[in-house]
Antibody
């Protein structure tokens, strides 16, 4: 069974950094495209980044230059490094395995709250 | 403001059918047959219900169907059941710069 579990969320101050983790089982992150999607409180979903099986990555304009995605193949884990966080980064962050032009499997999410 | 436009809410009685629309542009919904729909129950992760406009993943009841016309995609749920009450989000591929856009979500209430 495919499972992804996010962790690392919490309360962070404006301008600080945080690292989110996405631990996978039942799939190999190095052979899959893995995305991060966030959901601000009471709002819709918002795609923010992807790391492809080949190692390339892409970002939404809202996080470009501040967030970086990486992975550790030995731990079968994907990371989202969040730097210089802003108030509007407050959201539940989901890790999702991409299927063929869709998001096949999602984790339960981890909440990031940015305070001043 | 979300890139794709969905009605905020829809409702129907058990056994009835409801349709949720998702309107984008020729750069996303209208330009690619890569529209997907997700069901999200309160406090839960989204679940893929429809992909590539009209395909259903294994395990999704055939009461759920998808279609597209021009820049508008639609999700139809027939034979409504109480368990269908949830938020539904549409998503479209939007090319190799923007990548993915989502709708703001539609709350389905089963009366």
């Amino acid at each position: 069974e495919v499972q992804v579990v996010e962790s690392g969320g919490g309360l962070v101050q404006i301008g600080e950094s945080l690292r989110l983790s996405c631990a996978a089982s039942g799939l190999t992150v190095s052979t899959n495209h893995m995305s991060w999607v966030r959901q601000a409180p009471g709002k819709g979903l918002d795609w923010i980044s992807v790391i492809y099986s080949g190692g390339n990555s892409h970002y939404a304009d809202s996080v470009k230059g501040r967030f970086t995605v990486s992975r550790d193949n030995s731990l079968n884990t994907v990371y989202l490094h969040m730097n210089n966080v802003r108030h509007d980064d407050t959201a539940v962050y989901y890790c999702a395995r991409e299927g063929y032009y869709n998001f096949e499997s999602w984790g339960q999410g981890t909440l990031v709250t940015v305070s001043s | 403001q979300s890139a794709l436009t969905q009605p905020r809410s829809v409702s129907g009685s058990p056994g009835q059918s409801v349709t949720i629309s998702c309107t984008g542009t020729s750069s996303d919904v209208g330009g690619y047959n890569y529209v997907s729909w997700y069901q999200q129950r309160p406090g839960k992760a989204p679940k893929l219900m429809i992909y590539n406009v009209s395909k259903r993943p294994s395990g999704v009841p055939d009461r759920f169907s998808g279609s597209k016309s021009g820049n508008t995609a639609s999700l139809t749920i027939s034979g409504l059941q109480a368990e269908d009450e949830a938020d539904y989000f549409c998503c479209s591929y939007a090319g190799s710069y923007i990548y993915w856009v989502f709708g703001g979500g539609t709350k389905l209430t089963v009366l």
